[in-house]
């Protein structure tokens, strides 16, 4: 067990830490912002070939 336990964060120290969490993990969550929007890019440009395709035969 720990001796000494943390004490708890007030208002001001929770918003930095927040802050800080936030900056830590902004990179991977633009990763995957990207990653989705290039799926969905894909995905309906295939879907809008696919339905022109279907009207031209």
């Known amino acids: 067990m720990n001796p000494s336990p ?14 800080k969490w936030i ?3 902004r990179r991977t969550a ?3 912002l990207l990653r989705g929007a290039c799926y969905g890019a894909g995905t309906g ?3 809008l070939i696919f339905m022109w395709m279907e009207r031209q035969l």
Do not use: M
Not at 6 to 19: F, N, Q, Y
């Open 6 to 19: 943390r004490k708890p964060r007030t208002g001001r120290e929770r918003l930095i830490a927040a802050g």
């Open 23 to 25: 900056a830590r993990r």
């Open 30 to 32: 633009l990763a995957h």
């Open 45 to 47: 440009a295939v879907g």
